[in-house]
């Protein structure tokens, strides 16, 4: 069988959308081997997301030329993607690496459909513990005074590896504001996310000094509000009293690792849209 592809289709809401495009699919001998749509009547935003594939590897003549046509007159914004290719991504870590493992080891499984190009980090403490990945190692210091020079050296790093994604894995610094904005949809970040929600130092022991009854994490796209991007993922399992701060530290470590997981999962597969401020996530 030729090789699949992905079209992502976003445009305003009105009636033949989905006929159309499969209309116009069947004009370039595609089938479409997987459909997902979404019509936000709040928002009135339509949604498709396609896999379809031709009768080669290469993708038909004229096909983009009429996406693009077709794309004009619905005022759409679109893509198409090669099924499967591997993102190419960078992680930047401080001092815990649950999180970067959990990437690292579903992408050598190729679980995860990205091509790790190397690892950025503020410090060098988990320098040894990642040397066994074989993978370029980046130092780059910052402080206050150093930051622009720092994101600098960042932004080259990023065009040294061709990286397209870069997440944050458990990245213990705050980009700036331009950073931020360079990075748009293009860098996500892992949270934990309690109920209520704890700000500041060891948020696992605010926690437990309030007696929550569940815990989890966010993975978002980063923006120049502080944990505040659009939301991917949402992870959460309950607690009881017998929980300590270490058992939630333990719990936590998972549930970052598996809800950052999905959300590069969901981002390398094409699966997401932003949606007025918020995302629409595609089941696969």
Request: proline share 4%; hydrophobic share 45%; aromatic share 8%.
């Amino acid at each position: 069988m030729s090789r699949s592809h992905i079209l992502k289709f976003a445009c305003p809401d009105r009636v033949g959308l989905v006929a159309g495009l499969a209309k116009l699919m069947e004009r370039h001998d595609c089938f479409i081997a997987a459909s997902r749509t979404f019509g936000d009547a709040e928002t009135g935003r339509f949604f498709a997301r396609l896999v379809f594939h031709g009768t080669s590897d290469a993708l038909p003549s004229g096909l983009e030329t009429d996406l693009a046509t077709m794309a004009q007159e619905l005022c759409a914004d679109w893509s198409v993607h090669p099924e499967g290719e591997a993102v190419r991504t960078l992680l930047m870590v401080s001092k815990s690496e649950h999180c970067a493992n959990t990437l690292l080891y579903a992408a050598r499984r190729r679980e995860l459909p990205i091509d790790i190009v190397g690892i950025v980090s503020n410090n060098e403490t988990l320098r040894d513990d990642f040397a066994h990945w074989g993978l370029p190692w980046f130092h780059v210091p910052v402080t206050k005074e150093t930051k622009p020079e720092a994101e600098a050296r960042l932004f080259d790093i990023v065009e040294e590896t061709g990286a397209d994604l870069v997440v944050l894995a458990r990245y213990m610094q705050v980009l700036s504001d331009e950073a931020c904005r360079r990075l748009e949809l293009k860098c996500i970040n892992i949270h934990h996310s309690f109920l209520p929600g704890f700000k500041g130092a060891r948020p696992y022991h605010q926690a437990h000094a309030r007696g929550v009854k569940m815990i989890g994490a966010t993975a978002h796209y980063v923006t120049a509000d502080l944990d505040e991007g659009p939301i991917i993922t949402q992870l959460t399992e309950a607690v009881d009293h017998t929980f300590s701060p270490a058992d939630m530290i333990e719990s936590g470590r998972h549930l970052e690792g598996n809800a950052l997981l999905r959300a590069v999962k969901a981002h390398a597969e094409h699966r997401i849209f932003i949606n007025a401020g918020k995302t629409v996530v595609f089941a696969r």
